[in-house]
Every structure is written in C-alpha cells, then in structure tokens.
C-alpha cells in the first residue's frame, strides 16, 4: 500500500484533518426512512424534462402512428411493446432518483463514535471536512448532494442524484431502456414513412400532413440523441462495473486499494446474487450481501 501522500484526495484524508471535537453529533436514526430526494433546481428540470420526453414520444407514437394504423395486430404489438418499455423506463428513473445512493451518515465523526470503533493502533479513519462524517473507503463526497457517497461514480442531473453504491443498478436499468424505447421508436417511424408516404396520408394520420411529419422528425431527433446518448453512457456503466473502477476512480486514476474479482462477481454486487430475471426488473432491490459498512484504510 502506498503513502496516502501520493493520492488525490488526500486534502480530505489527512488523518490531521481529523477534529472530531469540530463535529455535531449525527441527527436521529429515524430519518433514514423518509424517502431520498435531492433538492437541486437543476436536477429536478432535468427529471422533469427527461419525464415530458417520454411522455411526448408516447403521445406521437399512440396518437400519429398507431392509432390511426389499420392494422390491428401491429399496432396492438408494437403498442404493449412501447409501453412495457416506456413504464420500465419511467420506473427505473424513479428508483434512481429516489434511491438512497449510499450515503455515509452526516455528521458521524464525532469524538464518542470514533472511541467506540476501538480503532488497533496504527488505524486510520478518514474524515470528510465538508459533512463530518467518517469517509469510508471508495466514498467521495458530492457537492450537490451535500453527503459523502460510498462507490460514487457520477452525479447525474438527469436523474437529479449520485450514482453509487445502492442505485447503479435502476441507473444502468434506465440507459439501457431508454435505448431500446428510442431505438423501438425510430424503427416505428421508419416503417410509417415507408407505408405512408405511398398510401394516402388521410388514412395514415388524424393530423393533418405538415403537423405529423413535424411531430415524426422531432420524434426521431430525440430518438436518435437520446439512442446515442444513453446506449454510451450503458456501455461506459456496464464497462466501469466490470472492471469494478467508478468513473471518479477512473479519472482520478486512483491506486487500486480493493481485491480484484471477476467481471461476473463484480455485475453480481451491483445487479445482487444469484443471477435471475429480476436483473432487468427495475421494482426488484437487489440482494447485496452487504460488505463491512466501514473499511478503514490502515
Ligand atoms: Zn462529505
Ligand atoms: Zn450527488
């Protein structure tokens, strides 16, 4: 192990920084059960925003294309398809952005705590000077969410949390079904300009002509972003839990401190074990086999 006088962060993992008598003590364990919700303007225009997009491509997808469709069997098909996908979407989002990320406790660091670890000499804790709370280690601190986060990866305004330990899981959940949603939808208006375009506009759209090719080519710009957009950041995510390196980790470029396991290992921590369908299922919370809550770094 290295000297911590090498590392990035040691600004806030100086055991000098460590002034216990500096802290409050931790506020009452029970509101640990009101739900997570990060009060930032701009996260919550960006949730909203991200909710108006979904809603749109499913106003133009039931009420231009396939509603007006004559044919029943592909509109019911690709009707239950898009939907199925638009509810997983919107439910995935949700559970990210209300799932505690794995948030340390605020303000733990103080004096009593420290004593009762019965810390070994040669131990040492690491404060965090912003929210006093002791840092375990891989956590990083969030200056929107104002707490430090255990396995932080990245503070998404989208959907207007921190990625980390206990959320990666409806975050990668949500890239990847809003890449299918966009892909599924792009697929839907190439096939109605393919038919429509021959057969008679009056029998393809309630609208009239102008108004559905608008509301079809802005559909497919925001497929297309959003299709490119997502499925980088699913491969990025999917990327980063194999490798079982944060993105903060990996732009920092910190010393490897944790055991190396396999790709397999390191989905089932984030995705929990065993391997079922309810990986894919965004309402299912993962079974973590929670790991030590404090690692100190000695
Ligand atoms: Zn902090
Ligand atoms: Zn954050």
């Given at each position: 192990?290295?000297s911590?006088a090498?590392r990035?962060?040691?600004?806030e993992?100086?055991?000098g920084?460590l002034h216990p008598?500096q802290c409050a003590?931790?506020?009452?364990r029970?509101s ?13 225009v960006c949730?909203?925003?991200?909710w108006?997009?979904?809603?749109y491509a499913e106003?133009?997808?039931l009420f231009v294309?396939?509603?007006?469709s004559?044919?029943l069997?592909?509109?019911l098909l690709n ?7 638009a509810?997983l979407?919107?439910a995935s989002?949700?559970r ?6 794995g948030?340390v ?9 420290i004593?009762s ?7 040492v804790?690491?404060k965090?000077p912003k929210c ?7 956590a990083?601190h969030?200056?929107?969410?104002k707490r430090c986060i ?13 990625v980390g330990?206990?959320n990666?899981k409806?975050?990668v959940l949500?890239?990847?079904?809003i890449?299918?949603i ?5 697929i839907m208006?190439a096939?109605h300009?393919?038919f429509?375009?021959?057969?008679d ?10 108004v ?7 559909l497919s710009?925001e497929g297309?972003?959003?299709l490119i957009f ?5 491969g990025t995510?999917v990327h980063?839990?194999?490798s ?6 990996q732009?920092k ?15 089932r921590?984030v995705?929990g074990?065993?391997?079922?369908i309810?990986w ?7 079974d973590y ?9 000695v």
């Amino acid at each position: 192990m290295g000297s911590p006088a090498h590392r990035c962060r040691d600004i806030e993992r100086q055991a000098g920084y460590l002034h216990p008598e500096q802290c409050a003590p931790p506020p009452p364990r029970a509101s640990s059960h009101a739900m997570w919700f990060i009060r930032d303007g701009c996260g919550i225009v960006c949730a909203v925003i991200t909710w108006m997009l979904v809603f749109y491509a499913e106003f133009v997808v039931l009420f231009v294309m396939l509603l007006p469709s004559r044919n029943l069997a592909y509109s019911l098909l690709n009707g239950a398809l898009f939907n199925s996908l638009a509810f997983l979407s919107l439910a995935s989002h949700f559970r990210a952005m209300c799932t505690d990320p794995g948030a340390v406790p605020k303000g733990n660091a103080t004096k009593e705590f420290i004593e009762s670890l019965q810390l070994k000499p040669g131990q040492v804790v690491y404060k965090c000077p912003k929210c006093c709370s002791i840092k375990p280690d891989r956590a990083h601190h969030c200056s929107i969410c104002k707490r430090c986060i255990r396995k932080m990866d990245h503070h998404c305004p989208w959907v207007n949390n921190c990625v980390g330990e206990n959320n990666q899981k409806y975050f990668v959940l949500f890239t990847m079904y809003i890449a299918l949603i966009s892909l599924h939808a792009l697929i839907m208006v190439a096939f109605h300009f393919l038919f429509c375009f021959e057969a008679d506009w009056t029998k393809c759209s309630t609208f009239s002509p102008p108004v559905t090719v608008i509301l079809l080519i802005l559909l497919s710009f925001e497929g297309l972003l959003f299709l490119i957009f997502t499925s980088v950041m699913f491969g990025t995510q999917v990327h980063s839990i194999c490798s079982d390196e944060t993105g903060i980790e990996q732009l920092k470029k910190e010393e490897r401190r944790w055991g190396k396991k396999t790709k397999w290992m390191n989905m089932r921590v984030v995705f929990g074990h065993p391997f079922s369908i309810a990986w894919l299922n965004p309402l299912a919370t993962p079974d973590y086999g929670k790991a030590e809550a404090y690692q100190y770094v000695v």
